[in-house]
């Protein structure tokens, strides 16, 4: 049955496959399994939905736009919905796909038989439609064993991962994505969750999370100690479900702010979560200066404060505001500005970390909202000093475009050595970029403030090793994920939406020069590196004439003074002051940076710099020939 209704905003068009013969209803004994072959829509504008029944109130199973091809989508109630709902902005091909109608889903994959509509796996198989691999001895890598009856590997001490192919506390196998979990009945497939790391339990945590049909509040953590997810009772009292909700660690401890409780209802709650003793709290104090209800913002935790900035609020708005919450007393603060463009920084989808060394809140990305009616996405970078309360807008020039994130929202971020990593993200440039699920890995080198191609990295330590990197590799971007680091060097990345929502748990290590889980010892990465085209992939380095040689090495820009000829050689580590395009911006990040002794000895950080008047712009405080730039910066043609 097809159905169709066009107006002159939008096309709407609906099919129902239904299991069965004329005039019978659909049987639950049978599945329809959808294969597409062909998806070209405009992304966000023209969504498929495909629900698992013959109404709009049965299971959706995906909500699919942009142009890459889904995964089968398979309903078992014996009927399946399709709805195309299109705008006559801009007209594309649509979709091309293909039913089947069978016994059992999938088929069982060619790896079981059908027996009375049940599928009776072979040996090493699982899943309704035998379409999982449960494991084998060699699928664990050397490294465990396949238990057969929890269809698993049990890995040996120090390795975790689907194949016990993960070695933790280690850089070895740096530079590769590996598989934790593909699928488990306890983490179950949701988007808008958040998931925090805490070392102490060794232990990733996930709370709540929207599955497309249903907001849950179930609390659950993959155990690096059993490399298995686990689920936590629920005891009274119990926050209520929610999604786009933020959540940071302190000691231990969980905390969340806000979400999506209901349709157009946001929290304005703060709960904690203490991992060793298992109990919710709520921090009931409230004050006049206790934020909004809010979703989309973030939560960020400096010493033992918990800054929260930005976000929507229930009228539609966004948030330019900025909180802070005490962690011994819990009373809340509004923080107030002092300087900067406040109306630059109305955001969400937003992301925020802390970096020690400038003191400051790294502020990327996210939905902007330009007017009081229209809102876009951006890639722009802030800093907000956390002492001095200022904004500043670090000013990237197009010709750093090429590692560059395009405008992205619901994305995810976190620090990593002196990188700011970021992946996915809800990407979308009309008539431009049709991509509305990035699957990139961005780098951002917070000392030479450069964009760096993590594949560039990754050339110096791959070799025979790149086709396995790049088969356990996410094959499809997400947005509405989660994200931390475990280990200092491993990045994990759990669940999110690209069309239907995901329910694996996939970890990045990242090479040893962005971030090592030894960061105690100092490497000097640039050190014994001849090719000068694999020196210079690398900002932190420069190829320089040495003076114990006179021959040409790679040399860490730390180290160009006292090793190099030249005191002062070219290079393309770039510099803070060159983005910094006010005296108040210069003033503030142009202040150096406080080193901590947890602070990284062994890499670049912000340079100090002047406001020069003469030429109304922001530079360098170092260099050779400093006394006469300040000279000429102060003067002034006025007489």
């Known amino acids: 049955m097809m159905y169709m209704e066009e107006d002159s905003c939008v096309k709407k068009c609906q099919s129902l496959i239904v299991e069965g013969t004329c005039g019978k209803a659909g049987s639950k004994s049978k599945t329809i399994t959808l294969v597409f072959h062909k998806l070209i829509t405009e992304c966000s504008y023209d969504i498929l939905f495909i629900y698992d029944g013959n109404s709009y109130n049965s299971t959706l199973l995906g909500s699919f736009s942009g142009d890459i091809i889904p995964e089968p989508v398979t309903a078992f109630s014996g009927y399946m919905l399709i709805h195309l709902y299109s705008d006559n902005n801009h007209a594309l091909e649509g979709f091309n796909a293909t039913y089947t109608i069978t016994d059992c889903p999938y088929n069982c994959s060619k790896q079981g038989d059908c027996r009375n509509h049940t599928c009776v796996c072979h040996f090493w198989f699982t899943g309704k439609g035998c379409e999982k691999r449960s494991c084998s001895t060699d699928l664990c890598h050397g490294h465990g064993k396949c238990d057969t009856n929890k269809e698993r590997c049990i890995c040996d001490d120090g390795y975790v991962g689907a194949n016990c192919d993960l070695l933790l506390k280690n850089d070895s196998g740096q530079g590769q994505w590996y598989i934790l979990s593909k699928s488990s009945n306890i983490f179950t497939p949701r988007t808008g969750h958040i998931g925090i790391f805490v070392p102490k339990s060794n232990s990733l945590w996930i709370f709540g999370g929207f599955t497309l049909n249903k907001i849950v509040n179930d609390l659950l953590y993959y155990s690096f100690n059993t490399n298995q997810w686990e689920n936590v009772s629920k005891t009274s009292p119990w926050p209520v479900p929610r999604y786009g909700h933020a959540g940071a660690e302190f000691e231990d401890c969980l905390y969340i702010y806000g979400g999506i409780i209901a349709t157009r209802v946001y929290s304005d709650e703060l709960w904690v979560f203490n991992t060793t003793l298992g109990h919710w709290y709520l921090i009931s104090e409230k004050n006049r200066h206790t934020p909004p209800s809010l979703t989309s913002h973030t939560l960020t935790r400096v010493n033992n404060w918990l800054y929260l900035f930005g976000g929507l609020l229930m009228n539609g708005s966004f948030s330019s505001d900025m909180y802070r919450v005490n962690l011994t007393s819990g009373v809340w603060e509004h923080v107030k500005i002092r300087g900067g463009r406040t109306f630059m920084r109305r955001l969400a989808g937003h992301t925020t970390v802390f970096h020690q060394e400038s003191n400051s809140l790294l502020v990327f990305g996210g939905f902007w909202m330009e007017s009081a009616s229209a809102s876009q996405r951006t890639n722009s970078l802030h800093a907000f000093h956390l002492k001095e309360r200022y904004w500043s807008k670090m000013a990237h020039p197009y010709t750093q475009s090429k590692h560059r994130p395009r405008v992205i929202a619901h994305h995810s971020a976190v620090l990593m050595g002196n990188y700011l990593v970021i992946f996915g993200g809800n990407s979308h440039v009309h008539n431009d970029w049709k991509i509305c699920y990035d699957g990139e890995l961005y780098l951002y080198n917070i000392g030479c403030h ?190």
């Open 450 to 639: 450069t964009w760096v191609s993590h594949g560039a990295l990754e050339e110096r330590i791959m070799s025979k090793m790149e086709e396995f990197r790049t088969s356990n590799m996410p094959k499809v971007g997400r947005f509405g994920h989660s994200a931390a680091v475990a280990y200092g060097n491993i990045l994990l990345i759990a669940g999110g939406y690209a069309g239907r929502v995901l329910g694996d748990l996939v970890a990045y290590k990242v090479p040893s020069l962005i971030a090592s889980s030894h960061p105690e010892i100092e490497i000097d990465y640039c050190e014994g590196v001849d090719i000068e085209s694999m020196c210079l992939k690398n900002p932190e380095c420069l190829m320089c004439e040495l003076k114990n040689t006179s021959d040409l090495g790679c040399v860490h820009y730390n180290n160009r003074k006292k090793l190099c000829v030249d005191n002062d050689p070219s290079h393309h580590c770039g510099s803070v002051c060159d983005l910094l395009q006010s005296c108040g911006d210069c003033l503030i990040q142009g202040q150096g940076p406080i080193l901590f002794n947890t602070s990284l000895r062994n890499v670049v950080h912000n340079e100090k710099c002047l406001w020069c008047v003469k030429e109304d712009k922001c530079q360098k405080r170092s260099g050779k020939y400093l006394k006469l730039l300040i000279y000429m910066c102060l003067q002034t043609d006025d007489f």
